[in-house]
Antibody
Framework: QVQLQESGPGLVKPSETLSLTCSVS?????????WVWLRQPPGKGLEWIGN???????YYNPSLKSRVTISVDTSKNQFSLKLHSVTAADTALYFC?????????????WGQGTLVTVSS | DIQMTQSPSSLSASVGDRVTITCRAS??????VNWYQQKPGKVPKLLIY???RLQSGVPSRFGGSGSGTDFTLTISSLQPEDFATYYC?????????FGQGTKLEIK
């Protein structure tokens, strides 16, 4: 069974960098699929942040592209998110997920989500 | 960006009802639409992909249709566990975008 688990600080100060890691079990990241970050502000809808393939190819949401870095560590079967220069608007529940590489891309396995609050 | 507009935003229905949720894309997107169910405090769950394909393990009372710009999610006979928020999502172009959600409540 594929399982994903997010980890990282739950509180980040404004202007600092949000860093999260997603640990994958039950499936090798190197075997394919996209590895995805999404977020959901409290009480609001879902927003796609970006994808990474095991090769390191990345695709980012243009609205966040200047501040986002997604990386992969196949040796640890993990992938990570860094979001720089955060503001209160980045407060959200952050999810990692698996996305199909073949189109149409859909997200079939999700982590439980981790709440990140941006506040001083 | 492709805008996905769901209607209605909220809906009250009874157990046993047939329910339809609509999603309209701001441009043609073939069949590149997926549907997710999210219960309060829970993770989104994939129901339908490629507009009409039922994800493994999802009950057959869920169905999807549409192509181009107009898509529907239908629940043929509502069960108590179906009361949740439903989202459509397009994967035709990056950035992938979601509808604003339809909250399905018990009447």
């Amino acid at each position: 069974q594929v399982q994903l688990q997010e980890s990282g600080p739950g509180l980040v100060k404004p202007s600092e960098t949000l860093s999260l890691t997603c640990s994958v079990s039950g499936y090798s990241i190197s075997s394919g699929y996209y590895w995805v970050w999404l977020r959901q502000p409290p009480g609001k809808g879902l927003e796609w942040i970006g994808n990474i393939f095991h090769s390191g190819n990345t695709y980012y949401n243009p609205s966040l592209k200047s501040r986002v870095t997604i990386s992969v560590d196949t040796s640890k079967n993990q992938f990570s998110l860094k979001l720089h220069s955060v503001t209160a608007a980045d407060t959200a529940l952050y999810f990692c997920a698996r996305g199909t590489a073949a189109r149409p891309t859909y997200f079939d396995y999700w982590g439980q989500g981790t709440l990140v609050t941006v506040s001083s | 960006d492709i805008q996905m507009t769901q209607s209605p935003s909220s809906l009250s229905a009874s157990v046993g009802d047939r329910v339809t949720i609509t999603c309209r894309a701001s441009q043609t997107i073939s069949n590149y639409v997926n549907w997710y169910q999210q219960k309060p405090g829970k993770v989104p769950k994939l129901l339908i992909y490629a507009a009409s394909r039922l994800q493994s393990g999802v009950p057959s009372r869920f169905g999807g249709s549409g192509s181009g710009t107009d898509f529907t999610l239908t629940i043929s006979s509502l069960q108590p566990e179906d009361f949740a928020t439903y989202y459509c999502q397009q994967s035709f172009n990056i950035p992938y975008t979601f509808g604003q959600g339809t909250k399905l409540e018990i009447k």
